[in-house]
């Protein structure tokens, strides 16, 4: 597990509507949500004066925005903790889930076991009573390999174990 999660672009957008302001105070940047403008809070220029946020439109402006590359003349709040922080659009996703308090959102990450889970491949599933996940490990232990079930590899596809078949080492697909 790298430990990092995952949030969609589309439920955090959504999320995210209304409480632009909350992120910018807690990314540190002091708007004082009226007219005028501020220093600009972008390490890359700090220009005085210089940056407003636009409640209504939702954007921010500054005589910075449009020099960085891949970057319109204005920026949405997504921009602003990209640029001021100087994270990646993905962790981006998840600063914002936790400042809004939607952690929720936040989904286990796509690498690992668990990730794989998810997958189509992965919803056959055995009644729970049925269920033993230990089971294809051993079959793998026993059959293939002639080791101890707990040195087998863990794997990488879903392992569903089901005691009805298991008997016959027949059906066990792992
Ligand atoms: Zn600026």
Redesign the pocket.
Known sequence: MTGAGYVRTDQIKEAVVGHELDVLNAIGIGWHGGRGHID?P?LD???KD??RWDTGKARAF????GQRPDEGGSHSIFDVVLVREGVDFEAAKIRFAEIIGRAHLIEEGGSGPRGQMQDAVCLLSAPVEDRDDTLPLKYLAALPLGIDPAAAPTPRMCAVGSKGVAGSNEGVEA
């Open positions: 600009c972008y220029h700090g220009g210089d940056w500054c005589t910075c925005i």
